[in-house]
């Protein structure tokens, strides 16, 4: 069974560094591109990349470019997202999702990270 | 940047009825959209992808079809377990992109 874990929900103070995890298993980790997305608040999804855990390859939606940094230890089948520095309005629900090998369709997702920044 | 647009925002039905939900894009993303069905506090679950193809596990009673600009996602006789918030996503273009979602609610 394919199966992407997140690690748990974070609250974090505005100038902080963060990195969250999404653990892959039930499948060739390396084979499949993780794809990272965005639910704010009571809002909808924002695509906000992808990388090729098995090369690092990454590629940003532009409204996250410089703002976000994708990254993977494929040894451990996990991909990470991180942040610099927080902002309050980096507070959301964070998903990691597998890009289907055929397309560009996320077919697995985990269960979301909620990260609240807050002073 | 393709901007997709989903209607209605809202969409009341009642058990038993028929849904019907549309996804507009802003220029031509061929067949290559999928929907999501999302429930509050869980991920977003795959049901369709290539505009009209189920994923493994999604009952006969969704449909989903169209291409190039206008999408349609049917759901018949609708369940309890249907009313959740639905998204349309492109893959046609970079970045892809969703729809702001349609909310399926019990009239």
């Known amino acids: 069974e394919v199966q992407l874990v997140q690690s748990g929900a974070e609250v974090k103070k505005p100038g902080e560094s963060l990195k969250i995890s999404c653990k892959g298993s039930g499948y060739s980790f390396t084979r499949y591109w993780i794809g990272w997305v965005r639910q704010l608040p009571g809002k909808g999804l924002e695509w906000m990349g992808i990388i090729n855990p098995g090369d690092s390859d990454t590629r940003y939606s532009p409204s996250f470019q410089g703002q976000v940094t994708f990254s993977a230890d494929k040894s451990i089948s996990t991909a990470y997202l991180q942040w610099s520095s927080l902002k309050a309005s980096d507070t959301a629900t964070y998903y990691c999702a597998r890009l289907s090998a055929v397309a560009g369709e996320f077919d697995s997702w985990g269960q979301g990270t909620l990260v609240t920044v807050s002073s | 940047e393709i901007v997709m647009t989903q209607s209605p925002a809202t969409l009341s039905v009642s058990p038993g009825e028929r849904a019907t939900l549309s996804c507009r894009a802003g220029q031509s993303v061929s067949s290559n959209l999928a929907w999501y069905q999302q429930k509050p506090g869980q991920a977003p679950r795959l049901l369709f992808y290539?505009?009209?193809t189920r994923a493994t596990g999604i009952p006969a009673r969704f449909s989903g079809s169209g291409s190039g600009t206008e999408f349609t996602l049917t759901l018949s006789s609708l369940q309890s377990e249907d009313f959740a918030v639905y998204y349309c996503q492109q893959y046609n273009n970079w970045p892809f992109t969703f729809g702001q979602g349609t909310k399926l609610e019990i009239k």
């Open positions: 290539g505009a009209s």
